[in-house]
């Protein structure tokens, strides 16, 4: 404990990528349930989003724009790191 602190101030976990303060709670696990959450929320924006805008809707439309709302959110979260 003693003479380590400073090193771990910045640092972040490599299980939960949270700031390795003190007192730290590594969440691990529910980060990837956060995750999952994360890009059913994208899938559901991508299904939705064609209902604004276009008059006829089709499946594989919605189905494409579907996996494009899920690929994106997790790519952005990838490129964010939050
Ligand atoms: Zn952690």
Redesign the pocket.
């Known amino acids: 404990m003693a003479g380590q602190a400073g090193i771990g101030f910045m640092a ?7 700031y ?1 303060g003190r007192g ?5 696990g529910r980060r990837i349930l956060t995750q999952i959450r994360l890009a059913l929320l994208g899938a559901l924006a991508g299904f939705f989003l064609p209902w604004l805008w276009l008059d006829r809707i089709s499946m594989p439309l919605l189905a494409t724009t579907a996996v494009l709302g899920l690929v994106l959110t997790l790519a952005v979260r990838r490129y964010a790191r939050f």
Do not use: E, Q, S, Y
């Open positions: 972040t976990c490599p299980k939960c990528g949270g390795l730290h709670r590594c969440w691990g």
